[in-house]
């Protein structure tokens, strides 16, 4: 059966109120993990919001992009410049073989200015995390630098550990939801916050 306009709309609106949720979550989680490690980011002398990232959900590039709508129109703007030489310096930095470390283009003198939009790894970060493969193999990431000082007189085995496979299965199950059965066919996202931002918002449709 055909669904009606309004039904479809319903479906979007719950996908996004849904991501949320989930975001709230890996939030709490990551919290939960880095108090029990000690692990806070005050007086860090590096800054997480230079790392070089590619994110891959439609769901959250078009998330980020309702954050962006929700601006003024000079702070958008102004947002989508910095991101333009952001995407440029990284394609400089890259052709001479060096991972950009580059500012993220809405973060203004050090605060997020799309926090409550922002990516899912802005908000997992920091912590020892583990994933479960499809393949059956497990991928892990030691921690920050500073979550490994913290935790350095602890076995490797008791480090609090964020398993982040049940939030990223999650996360794929609403990319399904929101894209659709033309996932398939689309291009895989592997994009930088700058590049999403350069790119406007996803068309999946
Ligand atoms: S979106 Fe916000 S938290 Fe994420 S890297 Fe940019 S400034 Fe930092």
Known sequence: MKRSKSAAKKVKTGVFARLAALYS????????????????????????????FQHHTHVEWLYLWRGMN??????????????????????????????????????????????????????????KNILALPDGRTQQF???????????????????TVDRTPFYRELAALEMEYVGPKLKKLARVD????????QGPPKVR
């Open 25 to 52: 979550h890996m939030e709490q989680e990551y919290s939960t993990k880095a108090q029990a490690a000690g692990l806070s980011c005050q007086g860090c002398t590096d800054n997480c919001c230079t790392s070089y």
């Open 70 to 127: 929700l601006l003024p129109e000079d702070r958008r703007t102004t947002y989508i410049e910095r991101a333009h030489e952001v995407v440029e310096q990284s394609r400089i930095m890259l052709a001479h073989g060096t991972r950009p470390n580059l500012m993220c283009p809405v973060n203004d003198n050090g605060l997020c200015g799309l926090y409550e939009h922002r990516l899912m790894i802005c908000r997992m970060h920091g912590t």
């Open 142 to 160: 030691s921690g920050c630098f500073r979550f490994v000082e913290c935790t350095s007189d602890q076995p490797e085995e008791l480090k609090p």
């Open 191 to 198: 994009l930088t916050l700058a590049e999403m931002l350069v």
